[in-house]
Nanobody, 116 residues
Framework: VQLVESGGGLVQPGGSLRLSCAASISIFRFSAMTWYRQAPGKQRELVARITTVGRTNYADSVKGRFTISRDVAENTVYLNMNSLKPEDTAVYYC???????????WGQGTRVTVSS
């Protein structure tokens, strides 16, 4: 199983980015897909999650600004990020939990830098 993130980059405060996480298998084989992020010197934290049935949850720090969604035909999960702040600067990782099994998978990460 491979997860490939893309869409990171440099953006000014207040700007927007869309991250993508493309899975090599059907995303319905995962119980949930989650975006995490890790800022320099900080622990990795959950940003947003979407379950097989489409239920979503978000970190308080991104509620109202970030939206997680999916395209099941493309086996891809997205993270739309609006009103970006410097504190959103981090490497963003995609994670997927097996639906039947106890494995999870990680992508390689994509860097987001919010700076003027």
């Amino acid at each position: 199983v491979q997860l490939v993130e893309s869409g990171g980059g440099l953006v000014q405060p207040g700007g927007s980015l869309r991250l993508s996480c493309a899975a090599s298998i059907s995303i319905f084989r995962f119980s949930a897909m989650t975006w995490y992020r890790q800022a320099p010197g900080k622990q990795r934290e959950l940003v947003a999650r979407i379950t097989t049935v489409g239920r979503t949850n978000y970190a308080d720090s991104v509620k109202g600004r970030f939206t997680i969604s999916r395209d099941v035909a493309e086996n891809t999960v997205y993270l739309n990020m609006n009103s970006l702040k410097p504190e959103d600067t981090a490497v963003y990782y995609c994670n997927a939990d097996e639906l039947y099994g106890d494995k999870d998978y990680w992508g390689q990460g994509t860097r987001v830098t919010v700076s003027s």
